[in-house]
Protein backbone atom coordinates (compact mmCIF):
# COMPACT_ATOMS: atom_id res chain seq x y z
CA UNK A 1 0.00 0.00 0.00
CA UNK A 2 1.31 3.52 -1.07
CA UNK A 3 0.55 6.32 0.54
CA UNK A 4 0.54 10.01 -0.18
CA UNK A 5 -0.03 13.40 2.19
CA UNK A 6 -1.06 16.81 1.54
CA UNK A 7 2.55 18.12 3.29
CA UNK A 8 4.71 15.84 1.22
CA UNK A 9 3.70 17.54 -1.81
CA UNK A 10 4.68 20.95 -3.94
CA UNK A 11 2.34 23.92 -3.63
CA UNK A 12 0.77 24.79 -7.02
CA UNK A 13 -2.48 26.81 -8.35
CA UNK A 14 -3.71 28.96 -11.14
CA UNK A 15 -5.69 31.61 -11.26
CA UNK A 16 -8.11 31.90 -8.17
CA UNK A 17 -7.00 28.42 -6.26
CA UNK A 18 -4.17 26.67 -4.68
CA UNK A 19 -3.87 23.14 -5.55
CA UNK A 20 -1.65 19.77 -4.74
CA UNK A 21 -1.56 17.00 -7.32
CA UNK A 22 -1.66 13.96 -6.35
CA UNK A 23 -2.28 12.27 -9.44
CA UNK A 24 -0.11 13.32 -12.56
CA UNK A 25 0.21 10.29 -15.01
CA UNK A 26 3.16 9.80 -16.90
CA UNK A 27 1.10 9.09 -20.10
CA UNK A 28 0.15 12.71 -19.64
CA UNK A 29 2.25 14.52 -17.98
CA UNK A 30 6.12 13.76 -19.20
CA UNK A 31 7.83 15.87 -16.33
CA UNK A 32 5.44 14.90 -13.81
CA UNK A 33 7.12 15.08 -10.39
CA UNK A 34 8.76 11.78 -9.06
CA UNK A 35 6.81 11.94 -5.27
CA UNK A 36 2.89 11.54 -7.18
CA UNK A 37 1.02 8.17 -8.30
CA UNK A 38 0.63 7.27 -12.03
CA UNK A 39 -3.22 6.49 -12.36
CA UNK A 40 -5.18 3.26 -12.73
CA UNK A 41 -7.12 2.37 -16.15
CA UNK A 42 -7.69 5.81 -17.81
CA UNK A 43 -7.63 7.68 -14.80
CA UNK A 44 -4.90 10.30 -15.19
CA UNK A 45 -4.93 13.24 -12.71
CA UNK A 46 -5.93 14.28 -9.21
CA UNK A 47 -5.51 17.93 -7.80
CA UNK A 48 -6.94 18.93 -4.51
CA UNK A 49 -7.85 22.79 -4.74
CA UNK A 50 -9.06 25.76 -2.37
CA UNK A 51 -10.26 28.45 -4.42
CA UNK A 52 -9.78 31.76 -2.33
CA UNK A 53 -12.35 33.85 -1.31
CA UNK A 54 -14.42 35.05 -4.83
CA UNK A 55 -11.87 32.98 -6.47
CA UNK A 56 -12.60 31.71 -10.21
CA UNK A 57 -10.18 29.32 -12.88
CA UNK A 58 -11.15 31.66 -15.89
CA UNK A 59 -12.71 30.34 -18.78
CA UNK A 60 -10.76 27.96 -20.27
CA UNK A 61 -10.96 24.99 -22.61
CA UNK A 62 -11.07 20.87 -22.38
CA UNK A 63 -11.39 18.26 -25.40
CA UNK A 64 -11.21 14.37 -25.35
CA UNK A 65 -11.20 14.14 -21.76
CA UNK A 66 -13.75 13.51 -18.64
CA UNK A 67 -13.68 16.11 -15.86
CA UNK A 68 -14.79 15.58 -12.32
CA UNK A 69 -14.99 17.64 -10.07
CA UNK A 70 -16.20 16.40 -6.04
CA UNK A 71 -17.08 19.51 -3.95
CA UNK A 72 -15.91 18.89 -0.38
CA UNK A 73 -16.66 22.04 1.31
CA UNK A 74 -18.29 25.17 0.22
CA UNK A 75 -19.73 26.05 -3.01
CA UNK A 76 -19.13 26.62 -6.72
CA UNK A 77 -20.88 28.03 -9.35
CA UNK A 78 -20.15 26.84 -13.10
CA UNK A 79 -20.42 28.48 -15.98
CA UNK A 80 -19.64 27.21 -19.54
CA UNK A 81 -20.87 25.35 -22.66
CA UNK A 82 -21.83 22.84 -20.36
CA UNK A 83 -25.36 23.54 -18.22
CA UNK A 84 -24.68 27.29 -17.97
CA UNK A 85 -26.21 28.54 -14.20
CA UNK A 86 -25.54 25.04 -12.35
CA UNK A 87 -24.54 25.69 -8.43
CA UNK A 88 -22.60 23.38 -6.59
CA UNK A 89 -22.58 22.66 -2.25
CA UNK A 90 -20.46 20.04 -0.33
CA UNK A 91 -21.19 16.29 -1.55
CA UNK A 92 -22.17 17.27 -4.66
CA UNK A 93 -20.10 15.85 -7.69
CA UNK A 94 -20.27 17.75 -11.27
CA UNK A 95 -18.99 15.09 -14.59
CA UNK A 96 -17.83 16.99 -17.88
CA UNK A 97 -17.10 15.03 -20.65
CA UNK A 98 -15.52 16.66 -23.33
CA UNK A 99 -15.90 14.08 -26.01
CA UNK A 100 -14.87 14.95 -29.91
CA UNK A 101 -17.06 18.46 -29.18
CA UNK A 102 -15.49 19.66 -26.39
CA UNK A 103 -16.71 22.17 -23.96
CA UNK A 104 -15.18 25.52 -22.51
CA UNK A 105 -16.04 25.81 -18.32
CA UNK A 106 -15.07 28.30 -15.54
CA UNK A 107 -15.95 27.57 -12.28
CA UNK A 108 -16.30 30.14 -9.72
CA UNK A 109 -16.36 30.39 -5.70
CA UNK A 110 -19.18 32.49 -4.91
CA UNK A 111 -18.25 33.45 -1.29
CA UNK A 112 -16.53 35.28 0.73
CA UNK A 113 -14.32 32.12 2.67
CA UNK A 114 -12.46 29.58 0.76
CA UNK A 115 -13.73 26.50 -0.72
CA UNK A 116 -12.81 23.01 -1.47
CA UNK A 117 -12.56 20.72 -4.37
CA UNK A 118 -11.25 17.32 -6.01
CA UNK A 119 -10.91 17.26 -9.58
CA UNK A 120 -10.00 14.16 -11.36
CA UNK A 121 -9.05 13.38 -15.32
CA UNK A 122 -10.22 10.37 -17.18
CA UNK A 123 -9.09 9.58 -20.28
CA UNK A 124 -11.91 8.71 -22.69
CA UNK A 125 -12.28 5.13 -23.50
CA UNK A 126 -13.05 5.71 -27.11
CA UNK A 127 -12.29 9.22 -29.06
CA UNK A 128 -15.40 11.43 -30.79
CA UNK A 129 -17.92 10.71 -28.14
CA UNK A 130 -20.40 14.05 -27.85
CA UNK A 131 -20.06 16.23 -24.91
CA UNK A 132 -22.28 16.11 -22.04
CA UNK A 133 -22.91 16.90 -18.67
CA UNK A 134 -24.51 15.36 -15.32
CA UNK A 135 -24.66 16.45 -11.77
CA UNK A 136 -24.90 13.67 -8.36
CA UNK A 137 -26.22 14.89 -5.47
CA UNK A 138 -24.46 13.02 -2.13
CA UNK A 139 -26.44 10.00 -1.11
CA UNK A 140 -24.77 9.64 2.67
CA UNK A 141 -23.59 6.42 4.02
CA UNK A 142 -23.19 4.84 0.68
CA UNK A 143 -20.35 4.35 -1.83
CA UNK A 144 -22.12 6.16 -5.14
CA UNK A 145 -21.22 5.26 -8.18
CA UNK A 146 -20.69 8.39 -10.27
CA UNK A 147 -18.28 7.37 -13.00
CA UNK A 148 -17.95 4.59 -15.95
CA UNK A 149 -20.17 1.39 -16.54
CA UNK A 150 -21.46 -0.08 -19.83
CA UNK A 151 -22.99 1.32 -22.76
CA UNK A 152 -26.31 0.22 -22.05
CA UNK A 153 -26.79 2.75 -19.23
CA UNK A 154 -27.30 6.33 -19.07
CA UNK A 155 -27.01 6.66 -15.26
CA UNK A 156 -23.21 7.63 -16.21
CA UNK A 157 -20.95 8.08 -18.39
CA UNK A 158 -19.06 5.08 -20.44
CA UNK A 159 -15.81 4.26 -19.17
CA UNK A 160 -14.15 1.18 -18.04
CA UNK A 161 -12.29 3.26 -15.41
CA UNK A 162 -14.79 4.11 -12.34
CA UNK A 163 -14.88 6.13 -9.73
CA UNK A 164 -17.37 6.36 -6.54
CA UNK A 165 -18.10 8.63 -3.93
CA UNK A 166 -18.69 8.03 -0.36
CA UNK A 167 -19.83 10.92 2.07
CA UNK A 168 -20.24 8.95 5.30
CA UNK A 169 -20.87 9.79 8.83
CA UNK A 170 -18.38 8.36 12.04
CA UNK A 171 -18.85 4.28 12.20
CA UNK A 172 -19.94 3.84 8.89
CA UNK A 173 -18.19 1.68 6.11
CA UNK A 174 -16.97 1.95 3.25
CA UNK A 175 -15.52 -1.22 1.09
CA UNK A 176 -14.71 -1.95 -2.50
CA UNK A 177 -12.60 -5.31 -3.46
CA UNK A 178 -9.47 -5.51 -6.14
CA UNK A 179 -7.04 -2.48 -6.91
CA UNK A 180 -7.99 1.14 -6.22
CA UNK A 181 -6.32 4.68 -5.93
CA UNK A 182 -8.74 5.93 -3.00
CA UNK A 183 -8.60 9.48 -1.39
CA UNK A 184 -9.77 10.32 1.97
CA UNK A 185 -10.92 14.47 0.73
CA UNK A 186 -12.69 14.77 4.54
CA UNK A 187 -12.56 13.34 7.84
CA UNK A 188 -10.48 10.77 9.26
CA UNK A 189 -10.79 7.30 9.75
CA UNK A 190 -9.24 3.77 9.53
CA UNK A 191 -8.05 2.31 6.42
CA UNK A 192 -6.77 -1.00 5.80
CA UNK A 193 -5.81 -1.26 9.42
CA UNK A 194 -4.11 1.75 9.16
CA UNK A 195 -5.23 4.86 10.36
CA UNK A 196 -5.29 8.14 8.19
CA UNK A 197 -6.44 11.72 7.84
CA UNK A 198 -7.98 13.94 5.11
CA UNK A 199 -5.91 14.98 2.05
CA UNK A 200 -4.39 11.32 2.49
CA UNK A 201 -4.03 9.09 -1.02
CA UNK A 202 -3.82 5.52 -1.20
CA UNK A 203 -2.69 3.16 -3.79
CA UNK A 204 -3.21 -0.58 -3.23
CA UNK A 205 -4.26 -3.55 -5.07
CA UNK A 206 -6.07 -4.96 -1.36
CA UNK A 207 -9.61 -3.04 -2.03
CA UNK A 208 -10.97 -0.74 0.41
CA UNK A 209 -12.00 -1.69 4.15
CA UNK A 210 -12.70 2.12 5.64
CA UNK A 211 -14.11 2.89 8.84
CA UNK A 212 -14.60 6.38 9.76
CA UNK A 213 -14.12 7.95 12.41
CA UNK A 214 -15.84 11.17 11.86
CA UNK A 215 -17.67 12.88 9.04
CA UNK A 216 -15.76 11.93 6.04
CA UNK A 217 -15.82 11.64 2.28
CA UNK A 218 -13.59 9.17 0.49
CA UNK A 219 -13.71 9.10 -3.05
CA UNK A 220 -12.41 5.54 -5.17
CA UNK A 221 -10.69 4.70 -7.92
CA UNK A 222 -11.28 1.20 -10.18
CA UNK A 223 -10.89 -0.61 -13.19
CA UNK A 224 -13.81 -2.81 -14.41
CA UNK A 225 -13.13 -4.55 -17.55
CA UNK A 226 -16.20 -6.11 -18.13
CA UNK A 227 -18.71 -4.09 -20.49
Not at 9 to 29: C, M
Not at 139 to 150: A, C, E, P
Not at 153 to 179: D, L, M, P, W
Not at 190 to 206: G, H, L, S, V
Request: aromatic content about 8%; glycine content about 12%.
Amino acid sequence: MEILKFNDLAKGGFAGLKERQFVTDRRVFKHARKQTFDGIGNFVYLADANFNAKGETGMHPHREIDVISVMVDGRISHEGSLEHGQGLSAGYTQVQRAGGEGFAHNEINPDNQQNHMIQLWVLPDEAGEPAGYKVYKPQVGKLQHIYGGSKNQNKTFYSRTSIAVANVTAGQTVKHEGEVIAFLSKGKGIFNNQKINARTAIKTIDGVDFIAEDNAQLIVVYVNNKD
